[in-house]
């Protein structure tokens, strides 16, 4: 359950995050109203290898880890930080995830679950854009952090080898 307190928080986690400068703090507190508030203990899987996307997730305060491989034997190939979004790649192209999504800390995160998300396209278009640009900046900042890490493996390996 969203206290005010809570519903205050968000609002302004939002602010901060998506350009809200062209909504009032009504329609922004509106769109909570689409989402559904989480806390994910750490260790704890938000989504898994192989499933749809069902949920946009935004994670408010924590750190979740991106995973490859069975849980035998996983690897990380990334983190997701508080304020990005996760889970838009299944979402949006609806084929199965490849990497597994899991809380590296303990998570506070809101869900917007794609049958919240249609209704949200009709009632409030102008969040539809809001979301979509939230995305790209979010798959952005995974997508920079992933090739500097993968550029300084490169320069170690081949340091290495001289």
Do not use: W
């Not at 997701?80 to 979402?91: D, K, N, R, T, Y």
């Not at 920079?144 to 993968?150: E, F």
Request: charged content about 25%.
């Amino acid at each position: 359950m969203m206290t005010d307190n809570d519903r205050d928080a968000l609002v302004d986690f939002l602010a901060r995050h998506v350009d809200t400068q062209i909504l009032t703090h009504a329609e922004v507190s509106a769109f909570l109203d689409f989402c559904d508030f989480e806390i994910i203990e750490r260790g704890r899987i938000i989504a898994d290898i192989g499933e749809v996307g069902e949920s946009l997730y935004f994670l408010l305060d924590g750190t979740a880890e991106l995973i490859v491989g069975p849980t035998t034997n996983e690897v990380p190939v990334g983190q997701i930080h508080a304020g990005e979004m996760l889970g838009e790649m299944s979402f949006f192209d609806r084929q199965p995830r490849n990497v597994r999504m899991r809380a590296r800390s303990s998570v506070r995160l809101l869900r917007l679950p794609r049958e919240k998300y249609n209704r949200l396209r009709l009632e409030h278009p102008v969040f539809t854009v809001l979301l979509l640009e939230y995305a790209i900046v979010s798959l952005d900042h995974l997508y920079r952090r992933t090739s500097t890490d993968v550029a300084q493996l490169n320069q170690y390996i081949h340091s290495m080898g001289g």
